[in-house]
């Protein structure tokens, strides 16, 4: 198993470049027009039953996009350099008022996802609040019979309690409760985190746990067949505590086109 994690977050004007090691392409093209315009796909990962329009320097680029859902394929756009400001990323839902705003840059010949995660309304409870990530991502394909995902943590537990750190796990044939022995984990995650798992392609049961504790405590699960030479975002979503089972805690897989 390959792991990687990271958060990328760049405030207004700001150009940052960050290299997934060990990931082959992907990398940071800068301003050379000899290589492709960017590409980005949109995923809502905050636990709401109205949809989530993106906008892209106030043009909407994917609308009313459902909890759990994703636009339909990554998207070529415009490269605009750091000295012509980037990109003004904003998020309403649909139709609404502005929840989030922040500025990037995108290098050309790079692949990014934004993404989503937090509460609408999360009322006094600020760090629960919507937020947008976004995440460079490699769409080179796996070879053999290897599968990636790229697990991005959005959990939040019930109102009134602090949301832990969460670890992302399989359970296997053979490893009784609690699961301490499995095959694919990812320990320690943060909320917005990233973690790059590759993966032997075959169907698994993946659960998430509180960090500190062992599996026994556990807030989703989710049963998933991959696919050699795929990719998948793995996202792990949910509000503790909701009525409507929509809303629940879940993991959430979204394939990946590949290049």
Do not use: W
């Not at 989530?52 to 994703?70: H, K, M, P, Q, R």
């Not at 989703?220 to 089972?245: C, K, M, R």
């Amino acid at each position: 198993m390959k792991e990687l994690g990271m958060r990328f977050l760049v405030a207004l004007g700001v150009l940052a470049t960050t290299l997934l090691a060990g990931c082959a392409g992907g990398g940071g093209g800068g301003g050379s027009t000899n290589l492709p315009d960017p590409e980005v796909r949109f995923i809502n990962g905050s636990p709401n039953n109205t949809g989530i329009d993106f906008l892209l320097n106030e043009v909407v680029e994917a609308s009313n996009v459902a909890f759990g859902s994703a636009s339909p394929n990554f998207q070529s756009i415009d490269f605009i350099s750091a000295q012509d400001d980037g990109y003004d990323i904003s998020v309403r839902p649909n139709g609404g008022e502005e929840l989030d705003r922040f500025g990037q840059v995108f290098n050309r010949d790079t692949d990014t996802l934004i993404v989503t995660l937090g509460l609408h309304d999360a009322g006094t409870e600020f760090d629960k609040r919507l937020q947008i990530f976004t995440y460079p991502v490699s769409r080179t394909a796996p070879t053999g019979t290897r599968a990636r995902i790229y697990v991005i943590n959005g959990f939040i537990r019930a109102d009134g309690f602090n949301t832990p750190n969460v670890s992302f796990q399989s359970v296997d044939a053979g490893d009784p409760p609690p699961y301490n022995n499995p095959s694919v984990e990812t320990t320690d995650m943060t909320f917005g985190a990233i973690r790059n798992l590759l993966v032997d392609a075959t169907s698994f049961q993946f659960i998430v746990r509180r960090a500190d504790t062992d599996a026994l405590v556990q807030y989703a699960s989710a049963n998933v067949s991959l696919l050699p030479g795929h990719i998948y975002a793995a996202i792990i979503t949910g509000h503790e505590g909701e009525v409507d089972l929509n809303l629940q805690p879940k993991i959430v897989f979204i394939e990946l086109a590949t290049q």
